[in-house]
């Protein structure tokens, strides 16, 4: 499986920016996509997450200010950011966990997208 990712930048505090990403290879019927941020100096840590079914969870620092959402047809992956705090900055990742049933099958991660928000 092959992530690709896109639609990083700079952006003003308070800005927006939307991010994708494009997944190709053995998908599986069901899995869950999600957005991971690695800021310097932090662990890598979980922003939001989408199954195929819809299901939607969220850090609490992104709840209300990100979207995330999924066209399966194109086994895309989407991010709508906003109210962009300067704490947002970090590179961002693209995830995909094939699952068969409620296990994990295997997980793959994309190349990071660099977000940097500042004035």
């Known amino acids: 499986v092959q992530l690709q990712a896109s639609g990083g930048g700079f952006v003003q505090p308070g800005g927006s920016l939307r991010l994708s990403c494009t997944a190709s290879?053995?998908?599986?019927?069901?899995?869950?996509m999600g957005w991971y941020r690695q800021a310097p100096g932090k662990e890598r840590e979980l922003v939001a997450s989408i199954s195929s079914g819809g299901d939607t969870n969220y850090a609490d620092s992104v709840k209300g200010r990100f979207t995330i959402s999924r066209d399966n047809a194109k086994n895309t992956l989407y991010l709508q950011m906003g109210s962009l705090h300067p704490e947002d900055t970090a590179v961002y990742y693209c995830?995909?966990?094939?699952?068969?049933?409620?296990?994990?099958?295997?997980?793959?991660w994309g190349e990071g997208t660099q977000v940097t928000v500042s004035s």
């Open positions: 995830h995909l966990e094939n699952r068969y049933l409620r296990d994990a099958v295997s997980s793959y």
């Open positions: 290879g053995s998908i599986f019927r069901h899995n869950v």
